[in-house]
């Protein structure tokens, strides 16, 4: 991993080469963070470019994680800037159980 310059506001790396927590990875897809884990525990992530904290935290360059995303669709929720997921200061309320009775309900089985 590349250290950051000692000059106030200066790096020795690019935006692409930005390091990405699962954290990071999750706010810059638009994915809760338990997705993000789900998807690295499934060995369904890149490998990551670094481990640090003991080979404890994974960390990805964001050109890695852009580049995987946008070959897996997971892209989507970037480009409609919506959430993967609704929260409760979404004001969004589509395909609510809410809005359904008992007997609009078809059972095949």
């Not at 404890?56 to 360059?61: A, M, R």
Request: net charge negative.
């Amino acid at each position: 991993m590349v250290a950051n310059n000692r000059e106030y506001n200066s790096t020795t790396w690019n935006e692409d080469d930005d390091p990405l927590s699962i954290y990071e990875v999750a706010n810059l897809l638009n994915f809760k963070e338990s997705t993000v884990s789900s998807w690295r525990q499934r060995h369904q992530m890149p490998k990551p470019d670094k481990m640090v904290s003991g080979g404890k935290t994974p960390l990805w360059k964001k050109k890695t994680i852009l580049d995987w995303a946008g070959q897996t669709g997971r892209l989507i929720n970037i480009s409609n800037n919506k959430f993967a997921y609704n929260t409760e200061d979404d004001n969004i309320n589509t395909n609510s159980l809410q809005e359904y009775n008992v007997g609009d309900l078809e059972w095949n089985g």
